[in-house]
């Protein structure tokens, strides 16, 4: 297994798609703590990234971070170039981004993250070296069901969202999440693949929008106690952290934060349309809405994860 610390010997760590925001990050803050990493990214407009600043994040690797730093052209929907990227690796963090003729999620995005899905798993399957793999879902993945207004326990990992209901109400993330995490189980558990899931809330970062397919359905989520958020820093750590530890199994609700009030809604919507009207403060709804969500299983992995930010909720 690889290192929990910079200052032992290392093993190499591949991350899937290393151009999007979250995977790109992941490759600094592996760089950072002593691992070599094969950054998987796609090639867009047939262009080739060759070193380490030609990646979109994250910027400034040089010195010995560069030289631990190896990048490959890698498609989900092409074993070769996945099995090339994850040769001679211990690890595979996997992200799901959508292909650029394909950028919105509908109906078909389900399909298409199936294939990705399969595909990188069957070529973990593949490499002997692979010891573990962190695949990455969402909360979406979690939350939609019929009775989730009415259950008496708190949602948590054990909980699936339900896929007639997504397709009923065309929430095509979570029909997405939930289909190619599905996937991702039941071929790891046929191919004997060491799994492991993070089921993230929605991406605070700088580029989101209004336009981020998580929100289908916000209100709702709010009305819920359903509504989480994670800063990438912390999600980045969480992803390590299931990572190193080798007790870690099964699903992982990740957030560090839950939309629980008209101010905390009020400022999202100044991150998500900062051009538009904005809604005012209500003083009639300054009530907090009970959180119906819980991350219980990763606050307690995390409690001792060196760098990780505590948990405000």
């Known amino acids: 297994m690889a290192p929990a610390s910079c200052g032992q010997s290392c093993n190499a760590v591949c991350v899937m ?3 999007g925001r979250l995977g790109s990050s992941l490759v600094k803050k592996l760089l950072q703590r002593g691992y070599t990493v094969h950054a998987a990214v796609q090639n867009y407009h047939g262009s080739c990234f060759t070193s380490s600043e030609d990646l979109p994040s994250p910027s400034g690797v040089s010195g010995d971070n560069s030289e631990r730093l190896k990048i490959f052209q890698s498609d989900p929907f092409d074993y070769h170039s996945m099995t090339d990227a994850l040769r001679g690796c ?6 799901f981004e959508p292909p650029q003729y394909q950028p919105s999620y509908d109906e078909d995005m389900a399909e298409v993250e199936v294939r990705a899905a399969h595909n990188v798993l069957e070529a973990c399957a593949q490499i002997d070296t692979i010891d573990k793999v962190v695949f990455t879902s969402s909360a979406t993945a979690v939350i ?4 989730r207004k009415t259950s008496s326990t708190d949602l948590n990992e054990k909980h699936w969202s339900d896929i007639n209901f997504c397709r009923k109400f065309k929430l095509w993330h979570g029909l997405s999440k939930a289909l190619a995490e599905k996937t991702a189980w039941a071929l790891a558990m ?3 693949v060491n799994m492991v899931c993070i089921n993230a809330g929605l991406l605070m970062a700088p580029d989101l929008s209004i ?3 998580y929100l289908k359905g916000a209100a709702e989520m709010y009305e819920d106690g359903l509504f989480i958020t994670v800063d990438l820093n912390f999600l980045v750590d969480a992803h390590i952290c299931v990572f190193e530890d080798s007790s870690t199994y099964g699903r992982y609700l990740c957030f560090n934060h839950v939309i629980s009030c008209n101010e905390d809604a009020v400022e999202l919507a100044k991150v998500l349309s900062p051009a538009s009207p904005q809604p005012q403060r209500s003083e009639e709804g300054t009530g907090m809405i009970q959180q119906k969500i819980s ?3 990763l606050k307690k992995l995390m409690v001792d994860f060196e760098g990780v930010p505590n948990l405000d909720c």
């Open 17 to 19: 798609d290393a151009s």
């Open 90 to 95: 211990s690890g595979l963090f996997y992200t």
């Open 144 to 147: 939609w069901k019929d009775d």
């Open 190 to 192: 046929d191919r004997d």
């Open 211 to 213: 336009e981020n397919p």
């Open 295 to 297: 991350n219980e299983k």
